[in-house]
């Protein structure tokens, strides 16, 4: 399985910005995507999960209400919609895949996700 990073750049606070992560591989419907953030020197953060269509979806509490998370399994593609964005939401975003089902407690785990995509910046400016 090989995902593709898209979406980032540079916006000002208030601003919104759409991620979009594309999958190889048949078994995407059935699997369980998310996104990831990372700051130098900061371990890798939970932002968002979804396991097939809004069947299952959480969000870090630090995103809640401003990020969506939503995929389409016809286009082997899984996104993040972030609005109202702050600065420290400047990151390098990740999304993640792993086949099947992340039980519910450890989707925000990144060691439970063995594909990811290489990363798109984003930058929020004040």
């Known amino acids: 399985v090989q995902l593709q990073a898209s979406g980032g750049g540079l916006v000002q606070a208030g601003g919104s910005l759409r991620l979009a992560c594309a999958a190889s591989?048949?078994?995407?419907?059935?699997?369980?995507m998310g996104w990831f953030r990372q700051t130098l020197g900061k371990e890798r953060e939970f932002v968002a999960s979804i396991y097939r269509n809004a069947g299952e979806i959480y969000y870090s509490n630090s995103v809640k209400g401003r990020f969506t998370i939503s995929r389409d399994n016809a286009k082997n593609s899984v996104y993040l919609q972030m609005n109202s964005l702050r600065p420290e939401d400047t990151a390098v975003y990740y999304c993640a895949g792993a086949t099947g089902r992340v039980i519910t407690s450890a989707q925000t785990m990144s060691r439970m996700y063995p594909y990811w995509g290489q990363g798109t910046q984003v930058t929020v400016s004040s």
């Open positions: 591989g048949r078994t995407f419907s059935s699997s369980t």
